[in-house]
Nanobody, 122 residues
Framework: QVQLVESGGGLVQAGGSLRLSCAASGRTFSTYTMGWFRRTPGKEREFVAVISRNGVTTYYADSVKGRFTISRDNAKNTVYLQMNSLKPEDTAVYYC???????????????WGPGTQVTVSS
């Protein structure tokens, strides 16, 4: 199983930007469709964005469409999430995981990384 470690979170004012990274171990990273998810206290983890294995196809939750961009670098075993025009409601812990497909974006690995906290102040 691929091990995942997220980073890049922090405290930012509304309207600001952050770039999250998810570093994956192992040599099979490029064979996985990858997704970003987020969770706030008291809520279920929700889907944010997904990217195909070759990086050509992406899909976003309506709440982040037009503001967030997912990308990947298979040579570096890393997937990114560029977050612009951040809103207080984007405050959450962000996680990455492999997903079974672009269409369903169901997480594959039962073991999640530590996540990275994003806090957006108003």
């Amino acid at each position: 199983q691929v091990q995942l470690v997220e980073s890049g979170g922090g405290l930012v004012q509304a309207g600001g930007s952050l770039r999250l990274s998810c570093a994956a171990s192992g040599r099979t990273f490029s064979t996985y469709t990858m997704g970003w998810f987020r969770r706030t206290p008291g809520k279920e983890r929700e889907f944010v964005a997904v990217i195909s294995r070759n990086g050509v196809t992406t899909y976003y939750a309506d709440s982040v469409k037009g503001r967030f961009t997912i990308s990947r670098d298979n040579a570096k075993n890393t997937v990114y999430l560029q977050m612009n025009s951040l809103k207080p409601e984007d405050t959450a812990v962000y996680y990455c995981n492999a997903v079974n497909s672009i269409a369903s974006s169901n997480p594959i690995f039962k073991s999640w990384g530590p996540g990275t906290q994003v806090t957006v102040s108003s």
